[in-house]
Nanobody, 123 residues
Framework: QVQLVESGGGSVQAGGSLRLSCAVS????????MGWFRQGPGKEREWVAR????????YYSDSVKGRFFISQDNAKTTTYLQMNSLKPDDTAMYYC????????????????WGQGTQVTVSS
C-alpha cells in the first residue's frame, strides 16, 4: 500500500504561482508513476500531469502544458507540482495519485489517492 498526503494549496491571484507537494510513504518501490489530477466545481476529475518514477519522463494535459511542471525528489518520497501563470479556470481541488501499473491518464488507472488540496485563483 501507499499513503499520499498533499499540501501547498491556497488562494492566489491570476498570474501567480503555487507549488503543491505530495508526500509518499509505504510501498514506494512499487509505484510506476505519480499523477496529479484536479476537480473543479461541478466538473469531473481530470488528469493534469504524470511522472514515471524510473525514467523521470513527464507528461501534461494540454490545458496546463508550459505552465505546470511535475517533479519528484531523488528518494521518490515527494512529488511536486509547480504551477505558474495561474488562471481562474485552474481553481479546483488538486489530488495526487500513485499507479503501480500502466499509468494511463484516467482516474481508474490509479491505485492510491491523497485527500486533496484546494487551489483557488481569483481574477
Amino acid at each position: 500500500q501507499v499513503q499520499l498526503v498533499e499540501s501547498g494549496g491556497g488562494s492566489v491571484q491570476a498570474g501567480g504561482s503555487l507549488r503543491l507537494s505530495c508526500a509518499v510513504s509505504g510501498d514506494k518501490e512499487k509505484v510506476n508513476c505519480m499523477g496529479w489530477f484536479r476537480q473543479g466545481p461541478g466538473k469531473e476529475r481530470e488528469w493534469v500531469a504524470r511522472i514515471f518514477a524510473g525514467s523521470g519522463r513527464t507528461y501534461y494535459s494540454d490545458s496546463v502544458k508550459g505552465r505546470f511542471f511535475i517533479s519528484q525528489d531523488n528518494a521518490k518520497t515527494t512529488t511536486y507540482l509547480q504551477m505558474n501563470s495561474l488562471k481562474p479556470d485552474d481553481t479546483a481541488m488538486y489530488y495526487c495519485a500513485a499507479d503501480f501499473d500502466f499509468c494511463f491518464t484516467t482516474v481508474g488507472s490509479y491505485d492510491y489517492w491523497g485527500q486533496g488540496t484546494q487551489v483557488t485563483v481569483s481574477s
